[in-house]
């Protein structure tokens, strides 16, 4: 239990900075929709289901931004690199599945500051509209979250593969226009769905249903069993 406090602790330890620049925005872009319901001049948006629709629909977008951004290394793998800590790490007496083990143990305690955020958003919209968000929010932050896993260990191996600082440098390039990309098509998907000729009500309706929760959890669980095989083979190797 020593082993994985030590190699948690690390993780957190190192990408600090990130994950609270992350809770950051989701705090600043939480607070500002609630602003917008709770203000005087909004007491006919929170009675009206039409109007509060907007909202309904930009509230998706701190589970994306919570999911997808929560479980980013935060510029770990880089700073191993550069560090000599990725080939260190190689001659300690720790097994791949015990460090892929404890990375996973580290992005589900991000996960869960940011679905703290989430779920509290969550209850404070219903309380100023009488709605109910919590199941597409959270549904969205577990699909988020499992693309992430399987970027961000994609992410991870080509980073360590590259010892020469150029080369490094090219692929975090690389990997950071990929990010952007996603979110790019994220917003052309996003945008064909809730074309004017969809009923976005039904599309928003399938979404914050308990059948879009289930495949969400299930795509979630099969990311992270994913991640976790992945990081394991990156220090198989290493085991005896």
Known sequence: MKLYKSLVYREL???????????????????????????????SISTDEEAVLPLDLV????????????????GNYSMDVKTGWARTVYALPVTGKQMACATLMQRLISLSGAAVIIIAYAI?????????????????????????????????????????????????????????????????????????????????KFVNSPVFAVIAIVFFAASALLYFVAISKS???REP
């Open 13 to 43: 330890k190192l990408s600090r900075k990130y994950y609270v620049l992350i809770g950051m925005m989701l705090l600043f872009l939480a607070v500002s929709l609630m602003l917008v319901l709770i203000l005087p001049s909004a007491e």
């Open 59 to 74: 509230s998706i977008g701190i589970g994306i931004i919570g999911g997808f951004m929560g479980v980013r290394d935060g």
């Open 124 to 204: 404070a919209f219903r309380a100023a509209t009488g709605l109910s968000v919590f199941i597409q929010l959270i549904s969205v932050f577990l699909i988020c979250a499992g693309a992430g896993l399987i970027l961000d260990a994609v992410y991870g191996a080509v980073v360590r593969m590259f010892r020469d600082k150029r080369q490094q440098k090219k692929m975090i390039v690389a990997g950071n226009a990929a990010v952007i990309a996603i979110f790019i098509l994220i917003e052309k998907v996003v945008s064909l769905v809730f074309k004017p000729s969809v009923d976005v009500t039904k599309v928003l």
């Open 235 to 237: 220090y198989e190797r």
